[in-house]
């Protein structure tokens, strides 16, 4: 049986529908993210999900059982907020007690529970401090622990890292990643950070203007992002203007900006006017014999891994990553001869583009 569903669910605020129809069942330990942009209904999808929001239409299902009217606290469910959301005046270890102590629990098995989730978090030995006198690391620690404590049915996380500097955020990525598989525990991320969504999630919910439109693993909707929306949210990406001029059954002959290109393609039927997209990473700096396109650079920029460089000819202007290994590519003004995979385009028609 599906671990937790969403049927249908809507949220109307009078006139104003930020939730449009949400439907998706997540898998008991599963992590799924819902990523969007801001004001495109995740929080408030998450905020129905925790029950301090009623739906307006819709359904959640937790192990068959209906909850949608069932009071927050009657859930299970474990909650971490962009704010943390800390108790001030009490120290971190009520802090994590406190849900524990409204659940009934003995204080000899709390301490002990509570001793547990602060080495899961590594925070031993903070137990006294209070949250004034922790980092912000610490704190979405704390906070973390006070979500797990409960051993919660579902951990529900809303931009918690969004607070973090860089170097911290990503540690907190693997970090949280790890505790949630060590625990199995199902979880659902709000964020607008597509790497934070890749980096930590089985299954990505990208949502635009109160949908889901499109549920993938990472590595798929990377790779084959179902609209532009999706493609351009996550990650940088490449987008010319084409015209199909001939169909096989398993590709399409393709005019764009004077260049003929066979582009391979699975099932899905296309209009004459579409889009193609490569992503700035596929394309590659070649010799001029093996080269599909030459390109004045315009601009380079060093990125420690990688240069990124902007390049103008046939198919206007162009991004494309190279590879940083050890010697410095051409430099603005140059002129580079470009190549890429059939495999690594993709076509969406125009109109799907803007969706
Ligand atoms: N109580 C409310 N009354 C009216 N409008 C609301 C209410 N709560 C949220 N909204 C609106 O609903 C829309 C979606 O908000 P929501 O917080 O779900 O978006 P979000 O995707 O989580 O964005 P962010 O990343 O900025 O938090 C926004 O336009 C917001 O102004």
Redesign the pocket.
């Known amino acids: 049986m599906t671990y937790l569903i969403l049927e249908g669910l809507a949220k109307r605020?009078g006139d104003?529908t930020?939730?449009e129809d949400i439907s998706l069942e997540i898998e008991r330990g599963e992590f799924l993210s819902l990523l969007?942009?801001?004001?495109?209904?995740?929080?408030?999808?998450l905020q129905m999900v925790a029950g301090f929001t009623e739906p307006t239409r819709g359904r959640i299902l937790l192990e068959g059982r209906d909850i949608t009217r069932t009071r927050p606290e009657k859930r299970g469910m474990g909650i971490v907020f962009q704010s943390y959301a800390l108790f001030p005046h009490m120290s971190v270890a009520a802090n994590i007690g406190f849900g524990l102590e409204m659940q009934g629990m003995a204080r000899s098995e709390r301490g002990q529970r509570i001793s547990e989730t602060l080495e899961l978090v590594r925070l031993d030995g903070l137990a006294d401090r209070f949250p004034r006198e922790l980092s912000g690391g610490q704190r979405q620690r704390v906070a973390v622990a006070r979500a797990l404590a409960i051993r919660p049915n579902v951990l529900l996380l809303d931009?918690p890292m969004s607070n973090l500097d860089a170097k911290l955020r990503e540690e907190m990525h693997i970090e949280l990643r790890a505790i949630q598989k060590k625990l199995g525990i199902t979880t659902i991320l709000?964020t607008?950070d597509q790497i934070e969504a890749m980096t930590m999630s089985d299954r990505i919910a990208v949502?635009h203007g109160g949908k889901i439109v499109q549920v993938s693993t990472p590595f798929e909707a990377y790779e084959r992002p179902r609209s532009a929306f999706a493609s351009s949210f996550l990650g940088k990406t490449n987008c010319i203007a084409a015209r199909i001029t001939e169909r096989q059954p398993n590709c399409c002959r393709v005019q764009m900006g004077g260049l003929n290109v066979r582009i391979p393609h699975e099932s899905a039927q296309y209009a004459d006017e579409i889009q193609v997209y490569i992503r700035p990473e596929k394309i590659r700096v070649a010799t001029p014999t093996d080269s599909r396109i030459s390109s004045v650079v315009r601009a380079r920029m060093f990125l420690g891994n990688h240069w990124a460089m902007e390049v103008e000819g046939p198919l206007g202007r162009l991004r494309v990553n190279i590879p940083n290994v050890g010697i410095p590519p051409a430099v603005e003004g140059d002129t580079v001869h470009l190549a890429w995979q059939d495999e690594d385009m993709r076509m969406l028609d125009a109109e799907t583009a803007h969706g």
């Open positions: 605020y104003l930020v939730v969007g942009p801001s004001g495109c209904g995740k929080t408030t999808t931009e709000v607008h949502m």
